[in-house]
Every structure is written in C-alpha cells, then in structure tokens.
Nanobody
C-alpha cells in the first residue's frame, strides 16, 4: 500500500516557475517508479514525466526542457520543477506510483500502469 500527497501547486504568471512535491508513505520507496500526470478541465489525464528508482527520467515531449523530475529516496519524495510555465500548463497535477520488479528501470507513460495516486494539486498559469 502507498499513500501519496502532493504539495506546491498554486497560481503563477506565464513564464514563472513552480516546484511540486509528492511525499510517499510506503515501506519501500525504491520499489516504485514515480510519475506525474496532469488533467486540464474537459481533457483527458496526460502523462508529464516519470522517474525510475535510480533516478532515470522520462518526459512527455511537450514538457522536455521545461520540466525536471527528480526524487529523494531518503525522504521518499518526488519533485517536479516546472519552468517557463504557459497558460496551457494549467491543470490538476497528480503524483502516481508504479510498483516495479527489483532493479527494473522500466518507466510507463500509461496511467493504467500506476497503482497509487495522490489527490492532485492545482496549478494555474495566468497570461
């Protein structure tokens, strides 16, 4: 079982930055690949980024270069640094955990592969 809690959402002007955090309550954080997804009003949930237990990142094309995912295994926390934000980045951002085989660096962009989800945090980018 895992519980995920996101922090750090808010209102920011276009071009600004935000850092989201996701704290995981799990026994073995290293057993999970972690991902960020987002969902804008009226749109499907979309993949943003994922990170393996060893720190290898994987980004959706539109976010590459602007967003950075990282994790602190000792703190059982995953981060999403978002720079050069645009109004179209406005969405609820969700943290998710995908249990993986020991040593696996497989990362999925499919939401159905993630077993645990946080409650989401709102990010609003004004123009």
């Amino acid at each position: 079982q895992a519980q995920l809690v996101e922090y750090g959402g808010g209102l920011v002007q276009a071009g600004g930055s935000l850092r989201l955090s996701c704290a995981a309550s799990v026994d073995t954080f290293l057993s999970y690949a972690m991902g960020w997804f987002r969902q804008a009003p009226g749109k499907k949930r979309e993949f943003v980024a994922a990170i393996s237990w060893s720190g290898a990142p994987y980004y959706a094309g539109a976010m590459k270069g602007r967003f950075t995912i990282s994790r602190d295994n000792a703190k059982k926390t995953v981060y999403l640094q978002m720079n050069s934000l645009k109004p179209e980045d406005t969405a609820v951002y969700y943290c998710a955990a995908d249990s993986v085989l020991s040593g696996s660096s497989f990362l999925s962009a499919a939401s159905e592969d993630y077993e645990y989800w946080g409650q989401g945090t709102q990010v609003t980018v004004s123009s």
